[in-house]
């Protein structure tokens, strides 16, 4: 990549990371980028929703439509005194871009901004239509972000074919590992009931807590599925626990759990229910239960866009990627539902939330030199 292209990627990074965009909020990142682009004739459509700013911005027409995805927001800086430097004053030390949001996710948004000025300066009759959709609430509840802009699309009759999520997914270097899919997330709160009583006289109570645990001792004991060869097993993992009231004395009237499931496409979520409430019914329980999906789980075995993501990083960094599904969930999951195929790419993330985030300044170049091969291979 021209050092002129490096250069201008890390301007722009440094411009993101100076905003203050703590999720739900924006703080102009978005419209700078659409302003940034607007002379190479892309439109712009933003899209608030809430509290939530989204932008779909696009440069030709028709299919194929190839949209990279990515988010302005970030999570909150912790505890401020042990930044090395202010967060929100981007700061480079050794080769490194230090700054809330370097990593996740605005320094390879940088670098998918200056791929597309690349590529439509180079090629601006290109095939179908390429795109840019961003969401300031990824790292919040992802409820009025993406999910919105994908209710957009199906309501303007467009349809994403390729999609290329700038996610942080790299482990030691850029380009060195790329997400084919996600596992799907199912939560509940659970509320088990019993009759509140004093401890001395437990025959005149029913402690829901010494119900409850033969179910939930069987839930966490419980071999789900062994996983097949693109995901791990499901995982069942209760994450809070709570009942009682402050007193020693006190049996509690209710106990309230909440847990989660990271699925892969072995199971659907109607599955999973329906297992959970057969061992809660059979235990005899009586309980509430409220069930919360954050999304399916996805996977792109094959396809165009795999293709080409492999063959830019070769041609960029001489790495084979390899193929992951690991970690957590990402905006893909909103995508992948409507048929398109979904791949992930972004820098490395061993410091992403943490304090002192940080990127290598020369995995945004390589960042920016696949973005550019991958649009190049798609869209010509």
């Not at 790329?178 to 199912?186: A, F, M, N, S, V």
């Amino acid at each position: 990549m021209a050092s002129k292209s490096a250069a201008a990627t890390l301007e722009l990074a440094k411009a993101l990371i100076s905003r203050t965009s703590i999720t739900p909020n924006d703080a102009g990142c978005q419209q700078l980028i659409a302003t940034q682009l607007a002379p190479l004739g892309f439109k712009a459509v933003h899209l608030r929703h809430n509290q939530v700013d989204n932008l779909w911005l696009t440069h030709g027409g028709g299919q194929p439509v190839f949209a990279m995805l990515g988010h302005t927001d970030v999570v909150p800086v912790g505890d401020f005194g042990k930044w090395r430097s202010d967060p929100f004053m981007p700061t480079l030390t050794d080769g490194l871009l230090y700054g809330r949001g370097a990593a996740d996710m605005k320094g390879s948004l940088a670098a998918m901004v200056t791929a597309l000025e690349q590529f439509v300066e180079k090629h601006r009759n290109h095939k179908g239509t390429v795109a840019l959709l961003l969401t300031s609430d990824e790292e919040g509840k992802a409820v009025d972000g993406t999910r919105q802009v994908v209710a957009y699309l199906e309501q303007q009759g467009i349809k994403i074919d390729w999609c290329l999520v700038g996610e942080p997914t790299s482990d030691a270097q850029a380009g060195d590992v790329i997400k084919i899919g996600r596992r799907g997330t199912l939560s509940a709160r659970l509320k088990v009931h019993g009759v509140q009583g004093h401890v001395a006289y437990p025959h005149l109570a029913s402690n829901p807590i010494h119900l409850v645990l033969p179910a939930l001792h069987e839930l966490c004991a419980t071999v789900w599925d062994q996983g097949n060869e693109f995901f791990p097993p499901t995982g069942f993992q209760i994450s809070n626990i709570n009942a009682g009231t402050g007193a020693d004395n006190v049996i509690p009237g209710f106990i309230e759990i909440v847990f989660n499931f990271r699925y892969s496409t072995v199971f659907d979520k109607e599955e999973l229910i329906s297992k959970v409430l057969e061992v809660l019914n059979r235990h005899q329980l009586h309980f509430d239960i409220d069930w919360y999906s954050s999304g399916s789980p996805f996977l792109t075995e094959s396809g165009p866009l795999l293709e080409a993501v492999q063959a830019a990083i070769r041609g960029i960094t001489g790495l084979e990627p390899r193929l992951s599904t690991e970690g957590g969930t990402s905006d893909g999951r909103f995508i992948a539902p409507t048929g398109a195929e979904v791949i992930e790419l972004g820098p490395v993330n061993d410091t992403i939330h943490k304090v002192n985030e940080c990127v290598r300044v020369t995995d945004l170049e390589k960042l920016t030199g696949i973005y550019h091969q991958v649009l190049a291979r798609l869209l010509t």
